[in-house]
């Protein structure tokens, strides 16, 4: 049974302006919808928080804040956001719909990339990222489910969820544990090892070795790191190099 089917969200209409249609992604901290800005009459994607993180305050108040930092970023390789509001228990960002596919579809499908076609997805995902550390933020969940490429051939950077600003005034977690019950947040294949460790400080370079991740894994179809859990995949990040 498809439980999109079955959401209670598609149909409805968010802060009286955006229509939610069709489920695209659930992930560990939002779903994701395709949608209208009945307003603009423009397609839309809308990330709506879990309920049981948009429960939380200090939670709530901190992806609106980070959500403000990454709508004043610009950029041509990253998803824009439009938007953001609550409705009811619903705590939502409006951001660009990109139709396409996403770079691990692209490695679903087509296994390892040829030098030219890996670079040609890495140096719009690196221009993205270089916008967004210019701008004082850092995205700390850069995987392929990230890296959208539209029907034309363009590549964006999606989901800043995790975003950090730097020298935000709160003292946000650099760590990987949160308030989301001890979860590890990001994909563990992609985290570097700062990201890992308890307390241990972070910034852009974070980004730039899960970019390093991301270009390996183009290029020979897998990921440098494997394992049977999470742990153990966290173990090798940490004491482990990169295979040759």
Do not use: C
């Not at 423009?42 to 990454?70: C, S």
């Not at 040609?120 to 850069?142: C, F, I």
């Not at 390996?216 to 859990?229: A, I, V």
Request: hydrophobic share 40%; glycine share 10%.
């Amino acid at each position: 049974m498809d439980m999109a089917l079955h959401d209670p969200l598609i149909g409805t209409l968010l802060d009286n302006r955006y229509r939610v249609e069709q489920r695209i992604a659930t992930g560990g901290m939002s779903t994701v919808y395709k949608g209208t800005d009945t307003r603009l009459d423009r397609v839309v994607a809308l990330k709506v928080m879990h309920p049981q993180l948009a429960g939380d305050e200090g939670f709530t108040a901190r992806f609106i804040r980070e959500a403000k930092a990454v709508a004043k970023l610009t950029h041509p390789n990253v998803v824009n956001v439009f938007d953001q509001g609550a409705d009811g228990g619903n705590v939502f960002l409006a951001m660009e719909y990109v139709p396409g596919r996403t770079l691990r579809d692209l490695l679903r499908d087509r296994g390892a990339l040829s030098a030219r076609a890996a670079l040609d997805v890495l140096e719009p995902v690196l221009a993205a990222l270089g916008a967004a550390h210019r701008a004082g933020l850092v995205h700390r969940d850069v995987k392929p489910e990230n890296v959208l490429i539209t029907e034309s051939g363009l590549v964006k950077v999606a989901d800043f969820g995790l975003v950090r600003v730097l020298g935000s005034a709160d003292g946000a977690p650099t760590s990987t544990s949160t308030a989301t019950g001890g979860t590890v947040m990001g994909t563990v294949s992609y985290l570097a090892p700062e990201q890992i460790l308890p307390d241990a400080p972070t910034d852009q370079r974070v980004d730039v070795y899960a970019a390093g991740i991301l270009l390996y894994e183009m290029l020979t179809g897998r990921r440098p790191h494997t394992g049977d859990n999470p742990v153990q995949v966290m173990y090798k990040h940490l004491h482990e190099d990169v295979p040759a």
